[in-house]
């Protein structure tokens, strides 16, 4: 039950809808980005057709004033009109940073539905925020409502977040190149990525992973504990059925005369097995009925750690149980068919 737990939290942590697609999304560690260096990043590939858009981001936590100066806590992230597109997030309301309005590099703010709900806002488009400095000039006013996404590990909630198409107070908060390719042109469109990426910055370490490998990355742990308690899993079940071939052998020879006795007086091979392994199915029902409820209790301890987590069903148990059924009667049928298959002539002359 906690092998199957534990695998079954990690397939949901793994295809989880994120609120975005982290598909085809290759991304660039680049250190102090500038708008210029972007942009001459994305000139150098404008003409590759396998580059569908070109962005980057950077981020930070930071506190700013809301209604009436009251202060919350949030992500930044410092990005351009293209980080919605590239990791096609979805508008809830409002829109995205464009070109065609030119206050928006220095005046909007783009925030996600845990902003709004943290602030206790009915209507965020319009609404005001107050960043540093404080002294007026950092008031950004919401133009847009992406719906929540999970950008980090689900072991984590959503937090509020907002973006800025901007560098950040100080100027250097690009931190991370992204651009989406189209699909199946992974091989050339790296290759071109690579290339125009060594020729623009010679100087710095070229590094790069897709979106979607960075998300298993995160969950290390689950992977590692996954094939820990499915190999413990295995050993403890292979450990059972020596034990319970064992008790079925000596059972089996213990009771020898009296399923002898049972054969001359009719008995078939067939209620011989049937009276061997139950006696044995019984113990087995026992035995789950105890460890059932302690099952349920410390799989829904461990799953309580998560804010995101797959709900425990009965269905569970009762694939659990049939798994131990199968196994357990495995273990005994071939020994309890041998005992029905036994001369009971020689049995009884002993």
């Given amino acids: 039950?906690?092998?199957?737990?534990?695998?079954?939290?990690?397939?949901?942590?793994?295809?989880?809808?994120?609120?975005y697609d982290p598909k085809n999304v290759v991304?660039?560690?680049?250190?102090?980005?500038?708008?210029?260096?972007?942009?001459?990043?994305?000139?150098?590939?404008?003409?590759?057709?396998?580059?569908?858009?070109?962005?980057?981001f950077g981020g930070s936590g930071i506190d700013a004033k809301i209604n009436a100066d009251s202060t919350i806590h949030f992500n930044c992230d410092f990005v351009d009109g293209?980080?919605?597109?590239?990791?096609?997030?979805?508008?809830?309301?409002?829109?995205?940073?464009?070109?065609?309005?030119?206050?928006?590099?220095?005046?909007?703010?783009?925030?996600?539905?845990?902003?709004?709900?943290e602030a206790g806002w009915d209507e965020p488009i319009g609404q005001l925020v107050k960043m540093w400095p404080?002294?007026?000039?950092?008031?950004?006013?919401?133009?847009?409502?992406?719906?929540?996404?999970?950008?980090?590990?689900?072991?984590?909630a959503i937090s509020p977040e907002a973006m800025i198409p901007d560098a950040g107070p100080f100027k250097d908060g690009y931190s991370t190149l992204a651009l989406r390719i189209r699909p199946g042109s992974e091989a050339r469109s790296l290759a071109a990525i690579e290339?125009?990426?060594?020729?623009?910055?010679?100087?710095n370490t070229y590094e790069m992973e897709f979106q979607s490998e960075g998300l298993l990355r995160l969950y290390q742990s689950e992977a590692r504990w996954k094939k820990i308690v499915f190999l413990a899993s295995i050993v403890t079940g292979i450990i059972s059925c020596i034990g319970l071939l064992g008790l079925t052998m000596i059972t089996a020879e213990?009771?020898?005369?009296?399923?002898?006795?049972?054969?001359?007086?009719?008995?078939?091979?067939q209620s011989i097995v049937v009276l061997l392994s139950g006696s044995f199915l019984r113990l087995i029902f026992v035995a789950m009925l105890v460890a059932m409820p302690l099952a349920w209790y410390l799989a829904d301890l461990w799953l309580s750690r998560y804010p995101y987590?797959?709900?425990?069903?009965?269905?569970?148990?009762?694939?659990?149980?049939?798994i131990v059924i199968a196994v357990a009667l495995t273990t005994t049928v071939w020994q309890s068919i041998r005992a029905a298959l036994h001369n009971p002539v020689g049995a009884l002359k002993d």
């Fill in 195 to 203: 290339s125009a990426y060594k020729k623009l910055f010679p100087l």
């Fill in 309 to 322: 987590r797959f709900n425990i069903n009965w269905l569970m148990f009762v694939e659990v149980g049939m």
């Fill in 82 to 117: 293209n980080f919605i597109p590239v990791f096609k997030l979805e508008l809830a309301q409002g829109r995205n940073f464009s070109p065609e309005f030119h206050s928006d590099t220095t005046k909007a703010i783009i925030v996600n539905e845990a902003f709004v709900k």
């Fill in 254 to 269: 213990r009771r020898l005369k009296e399923l002898s006795i049972r054969k001359v007086l009719g008995a078939t091979a």
């Fill in 134 to 156: 404080f002294d007026g000039t950092g008031n950004r006013t919401v133009i847009g409502v992406v719906k929540d996404w999970n950008n980090t590990a689900l072991t984590q």
């Fill in 27 to 56: 991304v660039i560690d680049k250190a102090k980005a500038s708008a210029r260096d972007v942009g001459l990043f994305r000139n150098e590939l404008s003409s590759n057709s396998d580059i569908e858009v070109v962005s980057v």
């Fill in 1 to 19: 039950m906690g092998a199957s737990t534990i695998y079954r939290q990690y397939e949901y942590l793994t295809s989880r809808d994120l609120g």
